[in-house]
């Protein structure tokens, strides 16, 4: 679920970053630009600050289990 909601949100930063850039230019000569790069970059970022805390706490509650 939670890497469904981060593409979805990778594809609508990457479209949204396009349209606002390039926005008065025909769709068949949209380039990736640096606006694209930097906002998948953060989508990214955040998903794997995500994972990261996710794994944690299920490692967490995993050792709370055992004892």
């Known amino acids: 679920m939670i890497t469904a909601v981060f593409i979805l949100l990778l ?3 990457f ?3 396009t349209l606002l850039v390039q926005g008065d230019q025909h769709p068949e000569s949209w ?3 640096v606006y694209d790069i930097s906002a ?3 989508v ?3 998903y794997i600050a995500v994972m990261v805390y996710t794994f944690r706490r299920f490692i967490k509650a995993e050792k709370r289990l055992r004892e």
Do not use: H, Q, R, Y
Request: no cysteine; hydrophobic share 75%.
């Open 40 to 42: 998948m970059a953060i």
């Open 44 to 46: 990214i970022a955040l």
């Open 11 to 13: 594809l609508v930063s």
């Open 31 to 33: 380039v990736i630009n």
């Open 15 to 17: 479209l949204t970053t």
